[in-house]
């Protein structure tokens, strides 16, 4: 089960008017750009233009060094090699920089790590371009901490510049040039660009082209790259995928035309959201499951019938991809369910024998977002296993797994999202460390976001409302599609679609109604019925029907109007404490009668499907931690059957027999404390 606090941030709405009347803007477009901090006019002005202006290249520090060297080799027709990463940044990198010096007439080649070689160079990687005569290596997307590789190469008389787009350490490797936007000393203003993003800056400076030229020739491989790698869709970035979008949706290059059809997204306009789920996982898998080298081929490639053999090749590979995540993602969960304890913990750790390396990061992501805790996933070989963590937004799990770093041989990463090696026998005591570390540090783990941009009156929801969201397209991460929320509204009616894989939900208040979907649904799990208050927060699009445009509402979230959410989430919290150390919150034990009451309405149901706000609501009661130990008991007692693998399903189980309540180890526990069985 899990639950989410809504953030309903208030908005200057004269402000907003305002702005809509300077600006000549929709009042709606000018609230929504408030809401995302960009409230002076020349900002609303520079955001929704569609000019690009990107800075010029040589304000990177190191850039002139990396021109100058670079150019020399090229000149001389030294062996050169791009050094790239396995990733979808790091694939198109790779891509733009061996098209660009290709087109240099440079001696130009390229190598790419697989996954089970780690992240980055490594000094058997040298070896081998030692051995092909080359004499400069070009890091992209990689290279900001390659201290030992570095030195390794120039041991090797091979020059190495670093392009990089990750936090350096407190010191910079000792290279020819070193071109990364967040070292300290680099005078660029925009800092966010992905791997790509710096190689794409490294194309312009040695063409001495100006940014906005090259990107229409490389803006596509800069947008697919930057969108893959989540990179705050803001200032230069934005610029950029604005500009690469369209040049995707020309079908510029073979490649990623190639991938589009394998894919199955022509026909329509290719967004932001497209390239994020359609084209990105494909790019992945070949690095995932396979070798990325075929992605890199892919995009170099100019032969349609090649390209659509490649791009084939990678939809399967991403098939594969699925399956194998879908088959880790069942075993740990039921790992995490094997033992009410493990869904109660702060962080979840689990981990299983060979589990692909190229996976467990997804499956890591998967679990944070169905649990809403921060999740670490370990592949075990033999001795040593290798995770992914996963967190969210006010949770580092960066500064966890340091704080349980004692149990650790190596680990890297940032706020959300890190990598990390322990020995098999102190998985453990891992788990055990970095779930104390947790409590720690948080007291009782903050519950993930969910940010609301606007309420909004159902009597307004017209499809004006997403021609004015409209303007602030390309939306990512840093320019989130807008949530909205609608407030106590009635369920009136729900009815199944999709084969009875989604569900159509009318939702009625003062008269005015709305006709909602929420995906990946049933009657049976949704946790709510007919007459139940809601509020819901949506996100608003446009079918296109017969020619026709209408408005489509698309729930993301669903709670109780009728349940104080504040109580709620600290007896959620109280719940788990309870479940991990066996000690009574804040709460009286529960009496014959609550049982009972509880009871009683399960009876009465038979069977219910509930979630944390919709529990209480459903069965009566305004206490959720109580009811949810209640429950506990009746199934302890053989009186009902739970399942708490989505939400929480309740099943009635009739019996003739007089039980006893006393013969409950919980009750007994809770009353007299430790209780010899």
């Known amino acids: 089960m899990s639950i989410k606090k809504w953030n309903v941030k208030p908005v200057d709405k004269a402000l907003a008017l305002e702005l809509a009347e300077d600006c000549g803007i929709d009042a709606f477009t000018a609230l929504l750009m408030c809401r995302q901090g960009v409230s002076d006019p020349c900002q609303i002005e520079e955001f929704l ?50 098209t660009c010096l290709e087109k240099m007439g440079a001696a130009v080649q390229y190598r790419l790590p697989l996954r089970d070689e780690g992240y980055g160079m490594s000094c058997d990687a040298i070896d081998e371009l030692k051995a092909a005569e080359v004499s400069l290596i070009i890091t992209v997307d990689n290279g900001i901490a390659a201290f030992d590789e570095i030195e390794y190469a120039k041991k090797c008389g091979i020059d190495v510049v670093v392009t990089d787009h990750h936090l350096p350490p407190e010191n910079i490797p000792d290279a020819v040039a070193v071109v990364d936007p967040h070292r300290a000393d680099c005078i660029s203003e925009f800092k966010d660009y992905a791997g790509v993003g710096v190689a794409f800056m490294l194309a312009c400076a040695l063409n001495d082209s100006s940014c906005e030229e090259m990107l229409s020739e490389y803006g596509d491989l800069v947008t697919l790259g930057t969108i893959a790698d989540v990179m705050p869709l803001v200032g230069d970035n934005r610029a950029i995928v604005k500009g690469g979008l369209s040049l995707i949706n020309t079908g510029h290059r073979v490649g990623i035309k190639a991938l589009c059809e394998a894919a199955g997204i022509t026909g329509k306009e290719i967004e932001s959201t497209t390239v994020a789920f359609g084209l990105a996982p494909r790019i992945n898998a070949a690095g995932r499951m396979g070798n990325p080298d075929k992605a890199v081929k892919l995009l170099l490639c100019d032969d349609a019938d090649t390209a659509c053999e490649l791009a084939q090749e990678l939809n399967d590979l991403n098939v594969q991809r699925q399956q194998e995540e879908a088959r880790i993602f069942s075993e740990a969960e039921q790992q995490l369910l094997s033992d009410a304890r493990n869904l109660c913990s702060p962080v979840l ?57 004692k149990y650790t041989v190596k680990f890297g990463g940032h706020e959300t999202a890190a990598g990390l090696t322990c020995n098999t026998d102190d998985l453990q005591k891992f788990a055990d460390e970095i779930c104390g570390a947790a409590i720690q540090a948080y007291g009782q783990l903050p519950f993930c976001e969910l940010d609301i941009a606007c309420k909004l009156n159902p009597k307004g929801l017209s499809l004006s409302n997403v021609y004015a969201q409209e303007q602030l397209k390309p ?43 929420k995906f990946s649904s049933t009657c049976e799990n949704l946790g709510f019925v007919k007459g139940d208050r809601v509020d819901v927060a949506v996100t608003l699009d446009k079918n296109i029907y017969q020619g026709n445009e209408n408005l489509s509402v698309i729930i993301k979230e669903i709670r109780s109007s009728d349940v104080d959410s504040d109580k709620l989430m600290q007896g959620v919290r109280d719940y788990e404490n309870y479940c991990r150390f066996s000690t009574l919150p804040s709460i009286s034990v529960p009496d014959r009668n609550e049982i009972a009451e509880v009871y009683k309405a399960v009876r009465n149901c038979k069977s219910l499907f509930v979630n944390e706000d919709s529990m209480c609501v459903r069965l009566n009661t305004d206490n959720y931690t109580k009811t949810r130990i209640i429950l506990d008991i009746l199934c302890e007692l053989q009186l009902i059957q739970l399942n708490v693998s989505s939400g929480l399903q309740i099943d009635y189980i009739p019996t003739d027999k007089k039980v006893d309540l006393e013969s409950s180890h919980i009750l007994r526990t809770l009353k007299y404390g430790e209780v010899q069985e």
């Open 349 to 405: 750790v689990v981990w299983g024998e060979n589990w692909h390396h190229g996976v467990v990061g997804i499956v890591a992501a998967r679990l944070t977002q169905k649990y809403l805790k921060p999740s670490i996933v370990f592949s075990v070989e033999g001795d040593e296993a290798s995770g992914s963590a996963r967190s969210y937004k006010g949770v580092s799990i960066y500064e966890l797994i340091a704080a349980a770093s």
């Open 49 to 98: 233009s569609d000019e690009i202006i990107l800075p010029d290249p040589f304000a990177f520090t190191d850039m002139d060094k990396a021109v100058e060297r670079i150019k020399r080799a090229v000149d001389s027709f030294e062996k050169i090699a791009i050094f790239g990463d396995y990733d979808a940044d790091g694939v198109t990198a790779t891509t733009l920089i061996y």
């Open 475 to 517: 939306f990512g991460n840093g320019n989130e599609l807008p949530i909205y929320g609608l407030f106590n509204m009635t369920v009136t009616q729900i009815n199944s679609i999709g084969n009875g894989k989604h569900l159509r939900i009318t939702l009625c208040r003062d008269g005015a109604s709305v006709t909602a979907v």
